[in-house]
């Protein structure tokens, strides 16, 4: 009897000692990893959760879950690029609680208020969005535009030349409004259509871009902005800045449209004063995967230190891109130590955005059963 009690003891100690070598490997590996310095901010970005049945949403959660694992904490804000339904075309709500029923899953302890979702092409105006316009949030200033304000098909729509001048004057009263106080925090600007040249701008898609990219560009000089697109996930759209998974830093040179010229071909070069990415594809990718693109499904992550800004994109196998940018501006102290918050926001309509939440949620979760059971993504 003694015998076996003391193998099962030096068994239980074998145990103990593989599952403590394991965890510390596990420790290591995250500390020397690209979560090991601690940032003073963490960002997570992504856009276009479209798909018929909850897949989509998956993917967001799988990939989010690799992130995590790989040490990265509970974000400070997750800034989403609109499209939220494929099935329901233009009603986002359901998608919105499955993002946030998908984030709570991963971080336990996070706040699904944290995600911030910009209106998309395929997004009504709903309670759950918020106003276009700048907003304080603590350690960065936060510059949301929705599709009405800055939209799809910009040519075809009706006074759509006037909604971009509009929007950019707008812009540019908050900007030169930041300089004039001297207030050197960053500047993260997102919305669903991006600023470059595309093919889809032959049919008046982003037109326009133009009054945008010339008022930040010119703020870019003396503020560190990062702008944040969406959008071009369904074609070659993309390609020529790197598909699904694309970054340009300062002093890249991008194409812009040119709002006189409608043409396939026919757009200005300019170089970029500010960081400019896609937040990254959850629901679908077709553009192309050669040697210098990819059609990878992601998350971004932006990650804020005192004199520099580190740019992650995740896929469901790991890290796929790292890329930096050094700071105009470094972070003083204080502005490390200021909470960052998503407290600032208001939504369009908080009164019928929670009557919608405890309505919706039960139904959103029973269908969303019923579509993993039977395996439709």
């Known amino acids: 009897m003694k015998q076996k009690t003391k193998r099962l003891s030096i068994a239980l100690l074998a145990l103990l000692l593989t599952v403590t070598l394991v965890l510390s490997a596990v420790a290591a590996l995250n500390e020397s990893g690209v979560f090991a310095e601690k ?17 989509a949403f998956n993917n967001f ?60 092409n395929h997004d009504s105006r709903i309670p759950a969005f918020y106003p276009t316009g700048m907003y304080d949030m603590g350690t960065f200033c936060f510059y949301l535009i929705n599709e009405d304000d800055y939209p799809w098909l910009q040519l075809l729509r009706t006074q759509g030349k ?25 500047v993260i600007f ?35 902005i990062i702008f944040l697109f969406a959008h071009n996930h369904s074609g070659d ?59 990878a499904l992601s998350l971004g992550a932006i990650r804020f230190f005192a004199d520099k800004f580190v740019f992650l994109k995740y896929t469901e196998d790991g890290l796929f891109r790292q890329d930096e940018v050094q700071r105009m501006h470094p972070a003083s102290e204080e502005d490390m130590q200021q909470a960052a918050t998503t407290s600032a926001l208001k939504r369009n309509n908080e009164k019928i955005w929670n009557f919608e939440k405890q309505i919706l949620e039960p139904v959103v979760r029973f269908f969303l059963k019923i579509f993993n059971f039977l395996g439709i993504k």
Do not use: W
């Not at 904490?73 to 993002?99: C, F, H, K, M, W």
């Open 190 to 224: 997102i919305t669903h259509v991006p600023l470059h040249h595309t093919t889809r701008t032959f049919g008046g898609d982003n037109l326009y871009a133009s009054y945008l990219f010339d008022v930040i560009n010119e703020a870019a000089k003396s503020l560190d």
């Open 39 to 55: 940032a003073y901010t963490d960002l997570v970005t992504f856009s276009d959760c479209q798909s018929f049945g909850p897949g």
């Open 237 to 295: 759209y993309d390609d020529y800045i790197g598909g699904s998974i694309n970054f340009m830093a300062p002093g890249d040179t991008i194409r812009i449209p040119d709002p006189e010229k409608l043409s396939k071909t026919t757009y200005r070069e300019e170089t970029l004063n500010f960081t400019y990415t896609n937040c990254g594809y959850i629901g679908y990718s077709k553009n192309s995967n050669t040697e210098t693109s990819t059609n």
């Open 61 to 120: 959660g799988k990939v989010l879950s690799v992130m995590h694992d790989d040490g990265l904490p509970e974000p400070d804000a997750l800034l989403v690029g609109g499209d939220y339904s494929r099935l329901l075309n233009d009603y986002a709500t359901p998608g919105i609680i499955q993002l946030r029923d998908q984030y709570t899953a991963v971080y336990e302890n996070g706040d699904p208020d944290d995600i911030i979702t910009a209106q998309g």
């Open 162 to 186: 006037k909604t971009v001048q509009k929007t950019a004057k707008n812009i540019k009263t908050a900007l030169d409004q930041m300089i004039a106080d001297g207030d050197t925090r960053p």
